[in-house]
Nanobody, 123 residues
Framework: VQLQASGGGLVQAGGSLRLSCAAS????????MAWFRQAPGKEREFVAG????????YYADSVKGRFTISRDNAKNMVYLQMNSLKPEDTAVYYC?????????????????WGQGTQVTVSS
């Protein structure tokens, strides 16, 4: 499966962005999906995850209450709505898929990755 992340850009602190992850090659309806991010000089970190049916969502403490992950299995899409953005949210954001259908916080548990989209939040 190929994953294509998009929707990043430059936004002022307090603003919003919506990231999209388009999957192709096969349906992701049975996969757990997640968003990770990586800032310069830092390790890739878990941001949010969603189970195959959207029934459960998980968030890093740093984004809880500000970010919302969702999916549309009919469209083979996953989204990350990011509100109240802060400069510390600046990073490259990646979407990832897990074939086992589980949401992991460790990046090395995932089977497929998108190419990343840059999010820059100015103060």
């Amino acid at each position: 499966v190929q994953l294509q992340a998009s929707g990043g850009g430059l936004v002022q602190a307090g603003g919003s962005l919506r990231l999209s992850c388009a999957a192709s090659g096969r349906t992701i309806s049975s996969y757990a999906m997640a968003w990770f991010r990586q800032a310069p000089g830092k390790e890739r970190e878990f941001v949010a995850g969603i189970t195959w049916d959207g029934g459960k969502t998980y968030y890093a403490d740093s984004v809880k209450g500000r970010f919302t992950i969702s999916r549309d299995n009919a469209k083979n899409m996953v989204y990350l709505q990011m509100n109240s953005l802060k400069p510390e949210d600046t990073a490259v954001y990646y979407c990832a898929a897990d074939l086992q259908g589980k949401v992991w916080t460790g990046w090395n548990e995932y089977d497929y990755w998108g190419q990343g989209t840059q999010v820059t939040v100015s103060s």
